[in-house]
């Protein structure tokens, strides 16, 4: 599967912006979705993951309450809301599909990745 991710920018602290992720390739709702970060001079850190029906959502504790992830089976589209953006959240985010949800919150547990976008938040 590809996936494009888009929807990054410059905003200021305590604004909002919403990332989406365009998946093709193969069936979308087969794959667990997740989105991760990675700042620089930094390791890539799980954000959030939504399972396949997106019945089920998990958030890392540094954005739980301010970030929402979801998905669109219909469009082949994973979301990731923003809100509440604070300048520790500047990075390049990623979104990325497995088959499993097996070690859903690290990058290994994932097959497949996007180009990412940049997010900058100003202070």
């Known amino acids: 599967v590809q996936l494009q991710a888009s929807g990054g920018g410059l905003v200021q602290a305590g604004d909002s912006l919403r990332l989406s992720c365009a998946a093709s390739g193969r069936t979308f709702s087969n794959y667990f979705m997740g989105w991760f970060r990675q700042a620089p001079g930094k390791e890539r850190e799980f954000i959030a993951a939504?399972?396949?029906?997106?019945?089920?959502?998990f958030y890392a504790d540094s954005v739980k309450g301010r970030f929402t992830i979801s998905r669109d089976n219909a469009k082949n589209t994973v979301y990731l809301q923003m809100n509440s953006l604070r300048s520790e959240d500047t990075a390049v985010y990623y979104c990325?599909?497995?088959?499993?949800?097996?070690?859903?919150?690290?990058?290994?547990?994932?097959?497949?990745w996007g180009q990412g976008t940049q997010v900058t938040v100003s202070s």
């Open positions: 990325a599909a497995s088959g499993s949800s097996w070690r859903y919150d690290t990058f290994k547990g994932y097959d497949y």
């Open positions: 939504i399972t396949w029906s997106g019945d089920s959502t």
